[in-house]
């Protein structure tokens, strides 16, 4: 049975840092590419990052580049998503998502979904 799980999510001043964990069952990361998905109330679902699952290439959102970076560790059949500079605007449920093989611009190509965990970037 394929699952996601996200974890590590929390509370975190701005500034602050948190790093996101994904752990796969079911498959292994380095057969799919892993994307970073996050929704915030009232919000669509967007996208922040991904890694391929061939080249390991990663993207990421303009919003976000230079303060996450995303990273797979095939040993732990993890992806991790390390945050930093958090800022309000960060505050949303992130989401982890499957597709093979490649990184894809939207959610709805995606095949799998963790349930979320929640980050809230406040003072």
């Known amino acids: 049975q394929v699952q996601l799980v996200e974890s590590g999510g929390g509370l975190v001043p701005p500034g602050g840092s948190l790093r996101l964990s994904c752990l796969a069952s079911g498959f292994t990361v380095d057969e799919y590419a892993i994307g970073w998905f996050r929704q915030a109330p009232g919000k669509e679902r967007e996208g922040v990052s991904c890694i391929s699952s061939s080249d390991g290439n990663t993207y990421s959102a303009d919003s976000v580049k230079g303060r996450f970076t995303i990273s797979r560790d095939g040993a732990k059949n993890t992806v991790y998503l390390q945050m930093n500079s958090l800022k309000p605007e960060d505050t949303a449920v992130y989401y982890c998502?499957?597709?093979?093989?490649?990184?894809?611009?939207?959610?709805?190509?995606?095949?799998?979904w963790g349930q979320g965990t929640q980050v809230t970037v406040s003072s």
């Open positions: 998502a499957a597709v093979r093989p490649i990184c894809r611009a939207g959610w709805d190509f995606y095949d799998y």
